[in-house]
């Protein structure tokens, strides 16, 4: 909570409504800042009606604000359809600036290259053929790989990831921006052994270094140590 910025605060403050991911999450951040508005729940399970809801609120001359949890909305969290809507409308979209685990998790990497270039590739597909096809697939893209995941998918991760990348550089990120914040480093296969028996909780970030050896400059480690 300790997050948010002071505009997001006047921003809120300001508003006639607040769509939230989770209203009772929302709830409680409004409380700690002395903020009392209607709360909508706009999620991705009722996305498309509450988005038309919405609209017609704005058509209508009201201004809102949309959060989500623990991110960025339309971040691999619900909010590119009402954007979407709202813009195809004519109404105006202001973005706020917040926590969002993708720099902040490339900024506390120490991967060399995490500086100036990634690909982010999000939430790998529910089935595990499918997750290992996309896997595959990234290979060829030589750069800083970043992925969310679900804690109980991340014993399956570290498998498909050490059978895909075996020795190149991966950070796992737990908890970023929370109490039990960690960053945890190593190849993919020795993550894969070390933590076989884990139980993972909270939100997770992983970063692949499949760049190469190339550093923050984009030159290979034997080239900039050359010079």
């Known amino acids: 909570m300790e997050d948010l910025t002071f505009r997001a605060v006047r921003v809120l403050a300001g508003v006639d409504w607040i769509a939230a991911e989770d209203t009772r999450h929302t709830g409680m951040l409004l409380s700690r800042i002395g903020v009392k508005k209607p709360l909508f729940s706009s999620h991705q399970f009722n996305e498309s009606g509450r988005s038309r809801q919405l609209i017609e609120f704005l058509r209508a001359g009201q201004n809102g ?58 939430f790998l597909p529910m089935k595990s053929g499918q997750r290992l096809k996309r896997l595959q697939s990234l290979a060829s893209v030589q750069t800083i790989l970043v992925f969310y995941e679900s804690p109980h998918k991340m014993p399956r991760f570290l498998d498909e990831a050490a059978s895909v990348f075996p020795e190149c550089a991966m950070v796992i990120c737990r908890e970023l921006t929370k109490k039990f914040e960690e960053y945890i480093r190593g190849s993919a296969s020795e993550l894969r052994d070390r933590f076989s028996g884990r139980k993972w909780k909270g939100e997770l970030v992983v970063l692949i270094d499949n760049s190469g050896g190339k550093d923050a400059a984009g030159q290979s480690g034997d080239a900039a140590a050359g010079e």
């Not at 409308?89 to 969002?100: E, K, N, Q, S, V």
């Not at 993708?102 to 120490?110: D, K, Q, R």
């Open 65 to 122: 604000a949309l959060v989500t949890d623990a991110g960025t909305p339309g971040i691999s969290d619900p909010g590119q359809r009402l954007v979407r809507e709202a813009v195809a409308a004519g109404i105006p979209i202001m973005t706020l600036p917040g926590a969002c685990a993708i720099p902040t998790a490339l900024s506390g990497s120490a991967l060399p290259a995490a500086g100036s270039d990634f690909y982010f590739a999000g």
